[in-house]
């Protein structure tokens, strides 16, 4: 009896000690796990980690995943490979989604339901920084889902346009480089047509690119269909005549008869093209192996950067230059969301995410970092001074009202100053309108931000998921990439590589029994 009575005291002083050490260990992070695009947003960790803390008094671990395209995005989602907390598909893709019932609603836009449940110490609510333009653009395009509202389900991330992407010194030398020309051409450009049916320049045949992209090539036809008159008078499967559509309507169109005109167009297209590409035009271009090419803005902005040339112009200048066509366009965008295949445990921090990336600060860092264009429109960033001292310090601006003494220093004694204030700078970053296209480039859809040729958000399309057309699409596609392509070549191709493989075979046997042949001499000698 007094053993046991020992025990139990060692039990419970043991259970005792091991309580205090437990009390003493320290908290394990939340954790958080995105799905995004690579190359896709800043190096944000520190930012958020920060940011969650001071919100929530807890750390937070973030496990970050890529994918390259929405269909490998969806494939995972879908047959649930992906376990995943918040991703970023585009537009269509989110249509997808909540069209399969993958998805569960976010609210961002109604902060009650957003923020129920939240520990809201510290937090300031962003989804009045989110433009405007965008949310209007979205529910004109998604606004009914199956009595589902996309804005419930998806918070808009970054967002471009399609445009030309071209070599302007090798276009001064064609003498085309020219506004009326180009604006005459308008989409045209990516067809060797200068907007009268005729060829714009002969040296340009063979020196056009178009993306491996379905959705983007087929929606730039519509618009060169449109534009050069190729539509006038046809109708849609309804009885509606495609020249009344509006750029939505346009874009938005599979109907049998169209599919077999964009079909045609592409075909006849090829014979202008060097090739289709995906990542690389911009090299192609530089390196004189293209002059043309369709392009995403943000890949474009990129571009241009990266073309400055100290030996063009009195100064120096950018060799590549960027091309929004006029009439009609394509606007994009992609778009957080949740699909049902999260840990509801994380859903705080997901929802802090996404918040977090909707801060001007954020929307400053990425924009600087991807190139394209945030969502938060660009007023918000403008009145923050933390947001425009970061594009201050990476784009080397003279702005000691937003720098201070000792970064204003660093950036004189590295390579000196870019820009002499923050004006010019602004000036260039948020209102620069191309002297050719008259467009903003990087806010194409901003009321505020008005150019000589009165761009708005009228003017651009956003694209749908093709629904059950998508099958008769991607024929029509699989049909233009091959068309052109003699299958007699290949044939006698394979026909040789067989030949050299018995060949070879053949040869090898020779060769082994030629050597036993030898042995069986040299025995016999013997």
């Known amino acids: 009896m007094k053993k046991l009575s020992i025990a139990l005291c060692i039990l419970m002083i043991a259970v005792f000690l091991f309580t205090l050490v437990g009390c003493d260990r320290p908290q394990e992070p939340d954790t958080l796990v995105v799905y995004n695009w690579a190359d896709y947003i800043y190096d944000y960790e520190d930012d958020f980690k920060a940011y969650y803390k001071g919100i ?69 609510h962003n989804a009045n920084n989110v433009d405007k333009n965008i949310v209007d653009k979205i529910q004109q ?30 276009f001064m030398e064609l003498g085309i480089y020219d506004k009326d020309i180009m604006n005459q051409a308008n989409w045209g450009l990516l067809f060797n047509d200068n907007g009268k049916g005729q060829l714009l320049h002969e040296e340009l045949t063979g020196q056009i690119l178009m993306k491996d992209s379905i959705r983007d090539t087929y929606a730039v036809t519509l618009f060169y269909l449109l534009e050069t008159g190729k539509l006038n008078g ?33 075909t006849q297209q090829k014979q202008q093209l060097f090739g289709y590409e995906v990542d690389f035009g911009k090299d192609d271009l530089l390196k004189g192996n293209a002059m043309v090419d ?32 006029h009439g009609a366009g394509n606007i994009w965008f992609d778009g957080w969301v949740i699909p049902k295949t999260y840990n509801p445990a994380h859903e705080e921090a997901i929802k802090l995410f996404i918040n977090f990336l909707n801060s001007p600060t954020s929307a400053a860092a990425n924009m600087m970092e991807i190139g394209y264009s945030s969502a938060v429109a660009p007023d918000k960033i403008l009145a923050d001074n933390d947001a425009k001292s970061i594009l201050a310090e990476v784009y080397c601006v003279n702005a000691p009202e937003y720098l201070d003494k000792a970064t204003l220093d660093a950036i004189e004694a590295d390579n000196g100053f870019d820009y002499d204030c923050w004006e010019d700078f602004e000036e260039e970053f948020f209102f620069y309108c191309d002297e050719i296209d008259g467009t903003n480039w990087r806010y194409p859809l901003e009321s505020d931000f008005a150019n000589a040729e009165n761009r708005d958000v009228s003017t651009f ?4 998921d093709f629904g059950a057309k998508n099958k008769d699409v991607v024929t029509m596609w699989n049909y233009v990439r091959s068309a052109g392509v003699n299958a007699l070549p290949m044939f006698l191709w394979m026909v040789l590589a067989v030949a050299v493989v018995v060949g070879g075979a053949y040869f090898v046997h020779f060769l082994v029994e030629r050597g036993r042949f030898k042995q069986i001499v040299n025995n016999k000698k013997q």
């Open 461 to 464: 399309g956003v694209m749908r």
């Open 141 to 170: 395009t998604f606004g009914d889902i199956g009595g589902k509202n996309m804005l419930d389900y998806m918070v808009p991330y970054m967002y471009g346009t399609l445009g030309v992407l071209y070599n302007k010194y090798q």
């Open 234 to 266: 046809l109708r849609d499967a309804d009885g509606n005549l495609y020249t009344d559509l509006s750029a939505n309507q346009l874009i938005n169109s599979v109907d049998d008869n169209l599919l077999e005109i964009v079909k045609q167009t592409l």
């Open 56 to 124: 929530t008094g807890k750390d937070i671990e973030i496990t970050y995943v890529t994918f390259d395209t929405n269909e490998t995005m969806l494939t995972k989602i879908t047959k649930g490979d992906s376990n995943v907390d918040v991703v970023c598909p585009s537009e269509y893709a989110i249509q997808k989604l909540i069209e399969m019932d993958y998805l569960i609603p976010l609210n961002y836009f109604d902060e009650s339901k957003y923020t129920k449940g939240m520990t809201t110490k510290g937090y300031v």
């Open 294 to 325: 369709l392009a995403w803005s943000g890949d474009a902005l990129y571009a241009v950067e990266e073309s400055w040339n100290d030996n063009l112009g009195e100064e120096g200048d950018y060799e590549l230059s960027y091309y929004v066509p």
